[in-house]
């Protein structure tokens, strides 16, 4: 007797087909959140770098790679820049006065303009120290205590805490690869010659963890496990502008619903690709902070398997015209939350 797996289509018997594909990180945390959104990420070919949301572009990185070391050379570095553009500003200054009592004031604006450069690269420096003696407050400020290693369950953990218990900050250069699965976590923490500990960054939305960070959490131990030769018994979800973490554990709950999403998304994949099968939308409200469906103009076009794709109006927004990724491509209007303003508003 056939039944509906999860993702919404047939699964003989419960057991699920073998795998058949090699699939992103990425795009598998995608397709947990919401299958929709995993055909998108699919067919978008966008690179994984450990970020959740690719689609916000390159990011800052801030102090994260930073420890008492770095934040002590990094702070005696700024020091002797703003001391050298001191220096030259103090002569510069001396040559717009020698140069307005002797010329004209108009000869002396133009004598002006390096102490105008040299005033603009020593505020630079002066800003650099201030954010650098702040951030590292924060980082003496953070409790100095033991982590475990094996834990059970999903808890909450201060990054500082993290890097104060031993562990180095790398960034991996290239994507770990293995027969199902390629992906690179934003950063690894290391510690020893033992412990491999990728980590996640999440740019918006709230401070929790959802199916979609524990299936990629999972994804990303094991391939750090089988590539780097490590253990990873946890992974780390990151939030943007904060320091707070949380510990996600590589746990035989986690890698089995890894595998059992592995196979649901090839099952989809396949369908779609055969049949045109479309995944069912979701019926609760992921749609409504979801970027696929936010409303953008149309001077950004739809470009999937490297294909533009027609844009499909959206209707009752004014006399603006409104589009979505994830309407263009199933035909749909996404009940996003700017839609649904935008509506709204033109009502009003």
Same mark, same amino acid.
């Given at each position: ?5 999860d993702f919404g ?5 419960g057991r699920?087909?073998?795998?058949r594909?090699?699939v992103g ?6 397709f947990?959140?919401?299958?929709r959104?995993?055909?998108l990420?699919s067919?978008?070919?966008r690179?994984?770098?450990g970020? &959740?949301?690719v689609a916000?572009g390159?990011?800052l990185d801030?102090?994260?790679d930073?420890d008492e070391?770095m934040?002590a &050379?990094?702070l005696s ?5 703003s001391r050298l553009?001191l220096?030259?500003?103090a002569?510069s ?12 004031p ?5 004598a002006?303009?390096?102490?105008l450069?040299?005033?603009?690269r ?7 120290i201030m ?6 407050a ?6 100095t205590?033991?982590v ?10 201060n990054w500082?805490t993290?890097r ?11 994507a770990y690869?293995?027969?199902?699965m390629?992906g690179r976590p934003?950063?690894?923490l290391?510690?020893?010659?033992q412990?491999?500990?990728?980590v996640?960054?999440k740019?918006?939305?709230e401070?929790?963890c ?5 299936v990629?959490?999972?994804a990303y ?7 780097e030769g ?7 979800l990151l939030?943007a502008?904060?320091y707070?973490?949380i510990?996600i554990?590589?746990?035989p709950n ?8 592995l ?6 994949l396949?369908?779609f690709?055969?049949?045109r099968?479309?995944?069912a ?6 749609c ?5 469906g ?5 001077k950004?076009e ?5 294909v ?5 109006r959206i209707e009752g ?13 199933f035909q ?5 939350e700017?839609t ?8 009003g």
């Open positions: 007797m056939n039944r509906k797996s289509i047939p699964s003989t018997d699920f087909s073998p795998r594909r090699s990180v990425h795009t598998l945390s995608e947990v959140f919401c299958p959104a995993g055909v990420s067919e978008s070919q690179q994984d770098d970020e &959740e949301d916000l390159p990011k801030g102090f994260f930073y070391r934040f &050379e990094r570095a700024e020091w002797s820049r553009w220096t030259l500003l002569p200054l001396l040559l717009i006065y020698v140069v307005w009592r002797l010329a004209t108009s000869a002396a604006v133009v002006a303009l390096p102490s450069y040299f005033a603009a020593l505020w630079e420096s002066l800003s650099a954010s650098l003696v702040r951030e590292r924060v980082f003496n400020a953070a409790s205590a033991a475990d290693m094996n834990p059970n369950q999903i808890c909450e953990i500082w993290l104060k218990a031993g562990f180095e900050c790398a960034r991996p250069r290239d690869v293995d027969e199902d390629k934003w950063r690894l290391v510690k020893d010659t412990w491999r500990i990728p996640i960054r740019h918006r939305g401070k929790k959802g199916p979609q960070h524990v990629r959490a999972a131990c094991r391939l750090v496990e089988t590539c490590g253990r990873a018994p946890f992974a780390i939030f502008d904060s707070d973490a510990v554990p590589n746990s986690a890698q089995a619903m890894l595998d059992r999403s196979r649901e998304m090839d099952d989809v396949t369908a690709e055969r049949t099968l479309q995944p939308p979701p019926t609760d409200q992921r409504r902070g979801c970027h696929w936010q409303p953008t103009s149309f950004k739809t470009v999937l398997n490297g533009p794709v027609p844009p499909l927004t004014g006399s603006a015209d409104y589009h979505s990724c994830c309407g263009d491509r749909w209007v996404a009940p996003h700017s649904i303003a935008l509506r709204a508003a033109n009502r």
